[in-house]
């Protein structure tokens, strides 16, 4: 048994091309690779053998490579029309390499001896022919999916080979999104000069990259940056960068150049990318007419619609045309691909409507109000905004019932496997009722959309939209608490971040309840219970100690309670003839709350850090007069009897609300504090 496998293992090519790779001298080193090349592409057996193929590369000499690409490359170089023995010399030794890094297991791949090949690789390009250059960027490519490949690749100096090859052969930009990615994340525990280095380096590549792209349309660029900014961490995200202007003019003119639909996708998901990590800088040069200074786009230089409002509209017109088709295709291949393009849509139009609101906001210092499109083009969005949010809704509605009900007579247990399995390769017709991928509460397209039909419902005053969007307070209610329960199971949180639906679904219900018919939605599907009992667990973690016997505060909790205490005011106050009974739990809960009487570790230090610390404390101050506040609202509007039944509660808020009063006064807010003694006075007369 042993001397057949020795001969599938080691047959005589194998054992002529390692004795000729032993030798001396060149000639037979280079008859050696050939000979060992041949063997390796016609015996299928030996290329699925791992422990043949690592002993076999291990026998190739790695100095001799180098040689032969070095020369080979020179004297291709130097000659005119090219030299053919320089041809295979080059050819053979970037063959080899990218054979053997196709065959070794992954563990191999970071090894010395492949990642110490990856300069001259890279150096080799300009002279290599197009077969070659493809094998010389598909060894490249698998080689920095590696931390060591990726290490050697960030560590050259001169990637020019690479850049000026971009336009034309996309994977080389690939190469660049997993090297970078790569070394990023293996440098989690490495020194900050680390990573202010592969910033730099990461800043330089894609500004060459963008002076490589001018005259094309750039979409591969558009479509790499998209990918890779949201990826970045913000220590190794270049800060301010030099190339947005001129990577904004590329978006503008394939907005404006009636794009392919993988241009329009590149130009889409960019935009959001840039909105998310550059939040300060990116609305002025997408949503303003003269971003840089220099006028407007070449490739529209006539058109008097303002670049926003063309860019906006087709944006609307783009989630108008696929939408309703979108529930069909969830278990398709390609709804990935149409949900993130549909996600980044809402939310550019989630960051527009937040831009014009700041710019007409007279108290916002830094107001664009110069910039903003003309009345008419914004009456003219106006409506196309109403009518693909009435769209939004049809979708939600959808969306939420096939995946609650499924098929009408149907369980959704019927269903056993999905439409696509990657994995059995298996492809057949199923019921389209639910992904099986992402759940509702788990599709980013879900709370994108929901995102921005909030805001909208919030500033716009439609009457007939939020009658519609009354409709959905069932779907609201429910990923409000799937969102909750999610975030306070830390452990599934940690295993698998859950998207989080909770402030979304506040703004759209501080415009639905607006209406009455979106107060009763309300009601009807338990959404005073779901707010309340959030309100209570949110006002005890703000006087939880830590460890350390500090006083936990969490902004971004408390700044929620604020707006949870909106949606149940207003409420509170429509309600007739006055709060239920049942609200008045509420009451009873908050003063159960217990409140320290005094802060802990509040010894002076440095001044900043006391300033960050007091508009800290401002934040979870308003969130705990805002209770007391509601809490008021609630007595204040129930019968006499009632209150009497609850003088026992009113007290203990009046105590709680004097302990506030002096953390209140120590920071010195007027609002806070007036607000505060109206609650003091106001339950005083009701004992």
Known sequence: MSEPTQQIGQPDPIQNAQ?????????SRFVGLALLKSVLDNSEELRNNQDAVRGLWKSVPSKFLDRLIKTGSRQQSQSEGGNKNARDMLDLAVAIIHTFAALVPEENKRDSRFTERIPHLVACLLNCSNETTKLVLETLSALVTTPDGAKAFIALDDVTTLIEIAPSQPLVLDIFFYAWLNAMSSSVSSSAE????????IDHTITALISSFKGTDAVTLLDFLANLLPRLEPQVLPQNPQWLPTLNLFIRNLVSSRPTPAGRAAYTNLSAALLEVYPSVAPQLLFTD?????????????????????????????????????????????YPQSSRRLSSAFNIISHYLGFLLR???????????????????????????????????????????ASVAGAMGLDPSARSSAAHDSASGA????????????????????????????????????????????????????????????NNNDQKKNENEKLDFRRPVLMAWEGLVEERKGVESFLANGGWQALADDLVGILQS?????????????EAE?????????VLLQVAERERPGPKEEWLDLVTKVAAWYIPEEDEGEAEGDQDVEMVGKESKLVVYEFQVATLQLVTALLVGSHPGVQRRYVHSISAVLGIARVLMGKVRKVGDGELVEALEDVLATLGGLR
């Not at 004795?19 to 000639?27: H, I, S, V």
């Not at 680390?194 to 380096?201: A, G, H, M, Q």
């Not at 408390?558 to 909106?566: H, K």
Request: charged share 30%; with cysteine.
């Open 194 to 201: 680390d990573k202010d280095l592969l910033r730099t380096k």
């Open 558 to 566: 408390a700044a929620r309670g604020t707006e949870i205490v909106r």
């Open 359 to 401: 710019s007409l906001d007279p108290s916002d210092s830094s107001s664009e109000s110069h910039s903003l499109p003309d009345p008419t083009f914004l009456l003219k969005l106006r409506t196309s905004l109403s009518e693909t949010f009435s769209l939004t809704l049809e979708f939600l509605r959808d969306r939420f019932d």
């Open 290 to 334: 003269d971003p840089s200074g220099k006028g407007k786009s070449k490739a529209n230089p006539t058109d008097d619609k303002p670049f926003s409002y063309l860019l906006i509209s087709i944006l609307l017109i783009d989630i108008r045309s696929t939408a309703p088709t979108l529930l069909s295709q969830l278990n398709n291949p390609s």
């Open 19 to 27: 004795a000729l790779l032993r030798a001396k001298d060149d000639t």
């Open 427 to 486: 492809s057949h017709l199923t019921l389209s009722w639910e992904s099986m991928r992402d759940s509702v509460d788990q599709d980013p397209l879900i709370l994108a959309a929901i995102r921005a039909l909030a805001i909208w419902l919030r500033e716009d005053d439609n009457e007939q939209l939020r009658k519609e969007a009354s409709g959905l307070g069932d779907l609201f209610i429910d990923l409000y608490r799937h969102s909750c329960h999610n």
């Open 542 to 554: 703000t006087s939880t100690s830590s460890s350390a016997g500090e006083v936990v505060v969490d």
